[in-house]
């Protein structure tokens, strides 16, 4: 059985997205919904009539606007789901304080490939699980 996850790329840079998309394209076992926004408020707006599984979220968007902007109006607009940051420059001192503004996970652009994908894939899964099932998946 194929799972199906619904992701929203929010990046103001068209090629990144593409090679985001593309990347997902190349994951086995899975299908994806894949939305993209190129500014918070149009994700927010998103966000308030689909029922999105993750969200990566570019560190810049724009000359001004970056995580420290972007991540906690996403979580105040009600996001619960994993948000996870595309950089690339992940030991930038802002990127660092990603799990500080609400981030659940980093990763670099270069790194965001199929493998990385069907991991935190993976990760996801096993976190949806119910507590008293965890231990049977470790």
């Not at 609400?102 to 965001?112: A, P, Q, T, W």
């Amino acid at each position: 059985m194929i799972n199906t996850h619904s992701i929203l790329v929010i990046e103001d840079d068209e090629t990144d997205y593409d090679i985001v998309r593309r990347n997902f394209s190349k994951v086995a076992g899975h299908a994806f919904e894949i939305f993209h926004c190129v500014n918070v408020e149009d994700a927010i707006d998103l966000l308030s009539k689909k029922s999105i599984d993750l969200v990566l979220l570019d560190n810049h968007l724009g000359p001004e606007i970056d995580i420290r902007a972007s991540l906690p109006r996403l979580r105040k607009a009600g996001y619960t789901n994993p948000i996870g940051i595309l950089s690339s420059d992940v030991e930038n001192e802002t990127v660092e304080q990603f799990d500080s503004l609400g981030g659940d996970f980093r990763m670099s652009k270069d790194e965001l490939d199929p493998k990385a994908i069907q991991f935190f894939l993976n990760e996801l899964s096993k976190s949806a699980l119910p507590n008293d099932c965890d231990e049977d998946y470790s």
